[in-house]
Protein backbone atom coordinates (compact mmCIF):
# COMPACT_ATOMS: atom_id res chain seq x y z
CA UNK A 1 0.00 0.00 0.00
CA UNK A 2 1.32 3.55 -1.16
CA UNK A 3 2.44 5.94 1.65
CA UNK A 4 0.50 9.12 2.12
CA UNK A 5 1.50 11.86 3.47
CA UNK A 6 -0.54 14.07 6.32
CA UNK A 7 -1.33 16.42 3.53
CA UNK A 8 -2.26 14.06 1.10
CA UNK A 9 -4.86 12.45 3.54
CA UNK A 10 -5.92 15.59 4.57
CA UNK A 11 -6.63 16.67 0.83
CA UNK A 12 -8.55 12.98 0.23
CA UNK A 13 -10.41 13.91 3.38
CA UNK A 14 -11.60 17.42 1.63
CA UNK A 15 -12.28 15.07 -1.64
CA UNK A 16 -14.07 12.51 -0.11
CA UNK A 17 -16.15 14.08 2.83
CA UNK A 18 -19.11 14.77 0.51
CA UNK A 19 -20.31 11.14 -0.69
CA UNK A 20 -17.99 8.51 1.17
CA UNK A 21 -21.04 7.58 3.57
CA UNK A 22 -23.32 6.98 0.87
CA UNK A 23 -21.08 5.81 -2.00
CA UNK A 24 -21.27 1.55 -2.59
CA UNK A 25 -17.31 0.07 -2.80
CA UNK A 26 -17.73 -0.26 -6.44
CA UNK A 27 -18.30 4.09 -6.54
CA UNK A 28 -15.33 6.31 -7.46
CA UNK A 29 -14.81 8.80 -4.32
CA UNK A 30 -16.15 12.21 -5.24
CA UNK A 31 -16.97 15.23 -3.19
CA UNK A 32 -19.85 17.98 -3.78
CA UNK A 33 -19.62 21.77 -4.62
CA UNK A 34 -21.76 24.27 -5.49
CA UNK A 35 -22.02 24.91 -8.94
CA UNK A 36 -20.06 28.19 -10.44
CA UNK A 37 -21.54 31.56 -11.33
CA UNK A 38 -20.61 34.14 -12.67
CA UNK A 39 -19.53 37.15 -10.94
CA UNK A 40 -21.94 40.11 -10.25
CA UNK A 41 -20.43 43.23 -11.87
CA UNK A 42 -19.27 44.93 -9.17
CA UNK A 43 -16.12 41.94 -9.06
CA UNK A 44 -15.46 42.42 -12.88
CA UNK A 45 -12.06 42.24 -13.98
CA UNK A 46 -11.10 45.73 -14.83
CA UNK A 47 -8.20 46.55 -17.71
CA UNK A 48 -4.63 47.32 -16.15
CA UNK A 49 -5.11 51.22 -16.87
CA UNK A 50 -6.90 53.48 -14.15
CA UNK A 51 -8.43 56.32 -16.55
CA UNK A 52 -11.92 55.46 -18.34
CA UNK A 53 -11.77 54.99 -21.82
CA UNK A 54 -12.99 58.20 -23.64
CA UNK A 55 -14.36 55.68 -26.61
CA UNK A 56 -15.34 52.41 -26.78
CA UNK A 57 -12.65 49.83 -28.52
CA UNK A 58 -12.93 46.79 -30.01
CA UNK A 59 -10.79 44.15 -28.89
CA UNK A 60 -8.80 41.96 -30.70
CA UNK A 61 -9.64 39.08 -32.34
CA UNK A 62 -8.95 36.05 -30.23
CA UNK A 63 -6.50 34.00 -31.09
CA UNK A 64 -6.12 29.94 -30.73
CA UNK A 65 -2.23 29.76 -29.75
CA UNK A 66 -1.16 32.62 -27.67
CA UNK A 67 0.24 33.69 -24.11
CA UNK A 68 -1.85 36.37 -21.99
CA UNK A 69 0.39 38.25 -19.63
CA UNK A 70 -2.87 40.48 -18.65
CA UNK A 71 -0.90 43.59 -19.49
CA UNK A 72 -3.94 45.12 -20.77
CA UNK A 73 -8.10 44.70 -21.24
CA UNK A 74 -9.18 40.84 -21.28
CA UNK A 75 -12.18 40.34 -22.95
CA UNK A 76 -12.31 36.52 -23.69
CA UNK A 77 -11.68 35.55 -19.99
CA UNK A 78 -14.64 34.73 -18.12
CA UNK A 79 -14.55 34.09 -13.95
CA UNK A 80 -16.38 31.69 -12.35
CA UNK A 81 -16.52 30.55 -8.65
CA UNK A 82 -17.83 27.21 -6.41
CA UNK A 83 -18.34 27.92 -2.71
CA UNK A 84 -19.95 26.63 -0.06
CA UNK A 85 -21.46 30.34 0.98
CA UNK A 86 -22.46 33.47 -1.30
CA UNK A 87 -18.52 35.25 -0.69
CA UNK A 88 -17.77 37.13 -3.92
CA UNK A 89 -14.50 36.15 -5.69
CA UNK A 90 -12.06 39.03 -6.11
CA UNK A 91 -10.59 38.91 -9.63
CA UNK A 92 -8.57 41.22 -10.51
CA UNK A 93 -6.22 42.00 -13.85
CA UNK A 94 -3.32 44.64 -12.86
CA UNK A 95 0.00 45.35 -13.30
CA UNK A 96 1.10 42.57 -15.63
CA UNK A 97 -0.42 39.82 -13.31
CA UNK A 98 -4.60 38.00 -12.78
CA UNK A 99 -4.85 37.82 -9.21
CA UNK A 100 -8.01 35.66 -7.61
CA UNK A 101 -8.13 36.14 -3.69
CA UNK A 102 -10.50 34.23 -2.34
CA UNK A 103 -12.31 34.66 1.01
CA UNK A 104 -13.98 31.57 2.17
CA UNK A 105 -12.45 28.17 3.19
CA UNK A 106 -13.50 25.50 0.37
CA UNK A 107 -13.97 28.01 -1.91
CA UNK A 108 -12.87 27.22 -5.75
CA UNK A 109 -12.38 29.78 -8.36
CA UNK A 110 -12.02 29.41 -12.41
CA UNK A 111 -11.02 31.68 -15.03
CA UNK A 112 -11.58 30.30 -18.42
CA UNK A 113 -10.63 31.41 -21.91
CA UNK A 114 -13.94 31.54 -23.54
CA UNK A 115 -12.96 31.91 -27.09
CA UNK A 116 -12.31 28.62 -28.28
CA UNK A 117 -12.93 24.88 -27.36
CA UNK A 118 -10.21 22.37 -28.08
CA UNK A 119 -9.28 19.35 -28.37
CA UNK A 120 -5.36 18.47 -28.19
CA UNK A 121 -4.17 21.68 -26.54
CA UNK A 122 -1.02 22.33 -24.19
CA UNK A 123 -1.90 25.17 -21.31
CA UNK A 124 0.93 26.43 -19.35
CA UNK A 125 1.19 29.14 -16.66
CA UNK A 126 3.31 30.94 -14.29
CA UNK A 127 1.07 30.52 -10.76
CA UNK A 128 2.60 32.15 -7.17
CA UNK A 129 0.99 31.74 -3.83
CA UNK A 130 0.02 34.84 -2.20
CA UNK A 131 -1.36 35.35 1.37
CA UNK A 132 -2.54 32.39 3.24
CA UNK A 133 -0.75 30.13 0.43
CA UNK A 134 -2.01 26.64 1.93
CA UNK A 135 -4.21 26.14 -1.16
CA UNK A 136 -3.87 25.16 -4.63
CA UNK A 137 -3.30 26.98 -7.78
CA UNK A 138 -3.88 25.11 -11.28
CA UNK A 139 -4.83 24.52 -14.94
CA UNK A 140 -8.43 23.03 -16.29
CA UNK A 141 -8.57 21.48 -20.00
CA UNK A 142 -11.58 19.95 -21.72
CA UNK A 143 -14.01 22.55 -19.48
CA UNK A 144 -17.30 21.53 -21.25
CA UNK A 145 -19.82 22.55 -18.63
CA UNK A 146 -22.30 19.52 -19.76
CA UNK A 147 -19.75 16.97 -19.79
CA UNK A 148 -16.98 18.01 -17.45
CA UNK A 149 -13.03 19.20 -16.97
CA UNK A 150 -9.66 17.84 -16.26
CA UNK A 151 -8.55 20.00 -13.86
CA UNK A 152 -4.50 19.62 -12.65
CA UNK A 153 -3.72 21.59 -9.25
CA UNK A 154 -0.34 21.81 -7.32
CA UNK A 155 -0.10 22.65 -3.34
CA UNK A 156 2.44 24.53 -1.43
CA UNK A 157 3.08 21.39 1.20
CA UNK A 158 4.25 19.94 -2.54
CA UNK A 159 1.13 17.62 -3.20
CA UNK A 160 -0.64 18.03 -6.86
CA UNK A 161 -4.20 16.11 -7.30
CA UNK A 162 -5.19 15.41 -11.07
CA UNK A 163 -9.16 15.54 -10.84
CA UNK A 164 -12.12 14.71 -13.04
CA UNK A 165 -15.03 18.00 -12.56
CA UNK A 166 -18.38 17.17 -13.31
CA UNK A 167 -21.69 19.42 -12.71
CA UNK A 168 -24.19 17.51 -11.34
CA UNK A 169 -27.12 19.99 -11.54
CA UNK A 170 -27.61 23.62 -10.14
CA UNK A 171 -25.54 23.94 -7.83
CA UNK A 172 -24.08 21.13 -7.70
CA UNK A 173 -20.66 19.66 -8.67
CA UNK A 174 -18.84 16.29 -8.33
CA UNK A 175 -14.62 16.48 -8.41
CA UNK A 176 -13.20 12.72 -8.95
CA UNK A 177 -9.49 12.25 -7.90
CA UNK A 178 -7.73 10.68 -10.91
CA UNK A 179 -4.01 11.25 -9.04
CA UNK A 180 -3.31 12.11 -5.50
CA UNK A 181 0.80 12.58 -5.39
CA UNK A 182 4.06 14.54 -3.99
CA UNK A 183 6.69 16.25 -6.20
CA UNK A 184 9.75 17.67 -4.96
CA UNK A 185 9.83 19.84 -8.29
CA UNK A 186 6.97 21.99 -6.62
CA UNK A 187 8.65 24.91 -5.23
CA UNK A 188 7.02 27.09 -2.05
CA UNK A 189 6.06 30.22 -3.44
CA UNK A 190 6.44 30.31 -7.35
CA UNK A 191 5.69 27.60 -9.58
CA UNK A 192 5.39 27.10 -13.47
CA UNK A 193 2.91 24.47 -14.21
CA UNK A 194 1.60 23.11 -17.64
CA UNK A 195 -1.03 20.08 -18.06
CA UNK A 196 -1.01 18.46 -21.67
CA UNK A 197 -4.09 16.89 -22.93
CA UNK A 198 -3.66 15.26 -25.83
CA UNK A 199 -6.01 12.52 -26.68
CA UNK A 200 -6.29 9.98 -23.64
CA UNK A 201 -3.68 10.97 -22.36
CA UNK A 202 -2.99 14.04 -19.87
CA UNK A 203 0.50 15.04 -18.87
CA UNK A 204 0.96 17.29 -16.18
CA UNK A 205 4.42 19.71 -15.77
CA UNK A 206 6.06 21.54 -12.95
CA UNK A 207 8.78 23.77 -13.83
CA UNK A 208 9.98 21.90 -16.81
CA UNK A 209 9.34 18.69 -15.68
CA UNK A 210 7.08 16.21 -17.21
CA UNK A 211 6.10 14.49 -13.37
CA UNK A 212 3.42 12.22 -15.01
CA UNK A 213 1.69 10.17 -17.91
CA UNK A 214 -1.96 9.44 -17.17
CA UNK A 215 -4.16 7.59 -19.85
CA UNK A 216 -7.42 8.40 -18.89
CA UNK A 217 -9.88 5.84 -20.31
CA UNK A 218 -12.59 5.95 -18.22
CA UNK A 219 -13.91 9.29 -17.69
CA UNK A 220 -13.17 10.54 -21.50
CA UNK A 221 -13.60 14.16 -22.60
CA UNK A 222 -13.07 15.14 -26.38
CA UNK A 223 -13.48 18.83 -26.12
CA UNK A 224 -14.02 22.29 -23.89
CA UNK A 225 -12.57 25.41 -22.97
CA UNK A 226 -9.06 26.20 -21.17
CA UNK A 227 -8.71 27.75 -17.69
CA UNK A 228 -6.73 28.74 -14.55
CA UNK A 229 -7.84 27.54 -11.10
CA UNK A 230 -7.71 28.38 -7.50
CA UNK A 231 -9.20 26.54 -4.22
CA UNK A 232 -8.81 28.01 -1.33
CA UNK A 233 -9.44 24.33 0.66
CA UNK A 234 -9.09 25.16 4.28
CA UNK A 235 -7.17 28.01 3.90
CA UNK A 236 -8.94 31.57 3.89
CA UNK A 237 -8.19 34.41 2.69
CA UNK A 238 -5.91 32.65 -0.32
CA UNK A 239 -4.62 34.98 -2.77
CA UNK A 240 -2.96 33.43 -5.38
CA UNK A 241 -1.57 35.39 -8.49
CA UNK A 242 -0.93 34.41 -11.92
CA UNK A 243 2.00 36.15 -14.36
CA UNK A 244 1.10 34.30 -17.80
CA UNK A 245 -0.91 31.85 -19.41
CA UNK A 246 0.28 30.10 -22.55
CA UNK A 247 -1.60 27.85 -24.74
CA UNK A 248 -0.90 25.92 -27.73
CA UNK A 249 -1.86 23.15 -29.88
CA UNK A 250 0.28 20.35 -30.49
Not at 77 to 94: K, M
Not at 195 to 217: K, M
Request: net charge negative.
Amino acid sequence: MMHMTHAQRCILLLLFAASACQAPASTPPVTEALMPSPLPSSTSVPSASALPPTATATPAPAARSFTEEFDGGIPYWIFLQAAAGSEALDAEATGGSLRLTLSAPNQWAYAVYDAYAYADVRVDARVEFGAGGQGAAGLICRYDPAAGWYEFNIHADRTYTLLLGQWLAEGVARYTPLVIASSEEIGPTVNEIGLGCQGDILTPYINGVQIRRRQETLHVLHEGKIGISAASLESAPLSISVDWVGVGEP
